[in-house]
């Protein structure tokens, strides 16, 4: 199983972080390890700075390569709401040298999903989505503003790399992200639902 982050996929949030908007999709890997499996997450000795960034995630369902975009919603028949955890300090210290960025985004438990939907049964194209901490607000965005679809994602994937059935590919995250404490609690939301409610330690 190959979890797939897209990078930079909403422009406010590109913006945030100071980075250049792409001009087609870039992605990177997480490894299986990398998948939470409850819910408490627990901030790594290695870092001082935290960051969730909460995302859209699709599954793959069948295997697939050199995807057609008009054939690519084939290919999916689930959708769920994830945090991309990322180490930001660590991050920006190997940026800065023009090293590869795994020790900041692909470190244990450093990918959260909820239980996936039928697709059918959500506006996914024009989805809500968002995250509190502590009960505040602090992303909030919609599948409509992401810069690259769903189907584009898989066939820019697919061009270098097999899709297999269970892949996830974490589709991009709103402006708003930030850093997390011991004992803050955060929540995600599709279309004003709760799906998830993480503590952290």
Same mark, same amino acid.
């Given at each position: 199983?190959? !979890?797939?982050? !897209?990078?930079?996929?909403?422009?406010?949030?590109?913006?945030?972080?100071?980075?250049? !908007?792409?001009?087609? *999709?870039?992605?990177?890997?997480?490894?299986d390890?990398?998948?939470?499996?409850?819910?408490?997450?627990?901030? *790594?000795?290695?870092?001082?700075? =935290?960051h969730?960034?909460?995302?859209?995630?699709?599954?793959?369902?069948?295997?697939?390569?050199?995807? /057609?975009? /008009?054939?690519?919603?084939?290919?999916?028949?689930?959708?769920?709401?994830? =945090?991309?955890?990322?180490?930001?300090?660590?991050?920006?210290?190997? $940026?800065?040298?023009?090293?590869?960025?795994?020790?900041?985004?692909?470190?244990?438990?450093?990918?959260?999903?909820? $239980?996936?939907? *039928?697709?059918?049964?959500l *506006?996914?194209?024009?989805?809500?989505?968002?995250?509190?901490?502590?009960?505040?607000?602090? /992303?909030?965005?919609?599948?409509?503003?992401?810069?690259?679809?769903?189907?584009?994602?898989?066939?820019? =994937?697919?061009?270098?790399?097999?899709? $297999?059935?269970?892949?996830? =590919?974490?589709?991009?995250?709103?402006?708003?992200?930030?850093?997390?404490?011991?004992?803050? !609690?955060i929540?995600?939301?599709?279309?004003?639902? /709760?799906?998830?409610?993480?503590?952290?330690?």
């Open positions: 199983m190959k !979890i797939f982050c !897209i990078g930079r996929n909403y422009a406010e949030h590109a913006k945030e972080l100071n980075n250049d !908007i792409p001009s087609e *999709p870039m992605f990177f890997l997480k490894p390890t990398a998948l939470m499996r409850n819910d408490l997450f627990v901030i *790594p000795p290695f870092s001082n700075e =935290i969730f960034e909460v995302e859209v995630v699709i599954k793959i369902s069948k295997v697939g390569k050199m995807i /057609q975009p /008009q054939f690519a919603h084939r290919y999916y028949e689930e959708v769920g709401l994830g =945090i991309d955890f990322t180490a930001r300090d660590v991050q920006t210290e190997l $940026k800065a040298q023009r090293f590869p960025w795994e020790k900041a985004k692909a470190f244990d438990n450093s990918a959260y999903v909820s $239980k996936f939907f *039928p697709k059918e049964s *506006p996914i194209d024009n989805l809500s989505f968002g995250l509190k901490k502590n009960d505040e607000w602090m /992303q909030q965005g919609n599948t409509q503003d992401m810069l690259f679809t769903y189907d584009v994602l898989i066939a820019e =994937i697919s061009k270098y790399m097999t899709l $297999k059935t269970g892949d996830m =590919i974490f589709t991009g995250t709103p402006k708003g992200v930030g850093s997390l404490a011991s004992k803050d !609690i929540k995600g939301y599709l279309n004003d639902t /709760q799906v998830f409610e993480l503590k952290v330690l």
